[in-house]
């Protein structure tokens, strides 16, 4: 007295179904917020991203101080690039 063998086949399909309509929509709506929350900045990365903005503000600021005080008067002046030929945001 056996169990049939048509009961074993309507587990594996029911099996497959859950994979297919429950499993796989899981899995790639699981990978894709991943992706979505890993391509944002952590606090600490937006934190040195600031500090390192700032640094270069100020390293240019101090470099065309420089550049004023080395120059002799009747030098001409080259003109500077631009801030958007640089790819600065500010």
């Given at each position: 007295m056996g169990v049939p063998e048509y009961v074993f086949g309507g587990f594996i399909a029911l099996g497959v179904c859950g994979?297919?309509?429950?499993?796989?929509?899981?899995?790639?709506?699981?990978y894709i917020s991943?992706?979505?929350s890993?391509?944002?900045l952590s606090e600490e990365d937006g934190r040195?991203?600031?500090?390192?903005?700032?640094?270069?503000?100020?390293?240019?600021?101090r470099i065309e101080t420089m550049e004023r005080l080395l120059e002799p008067e009747g030098?001409?002046?080259r003109p500077r690039p631009s801030t958007t030929s640089r790819g600065d945001m500010n």
């Open positions: 994979m297919l309509f429950i499993g796989l929509p899981w899995m790639i709506l699981h991943k992706a979505r890993n391509s944002a040195m991203l600031e500090d390192l903005w700032r640094s270069a503000k100020t390293m240019e600021r030098t001409v002046i």
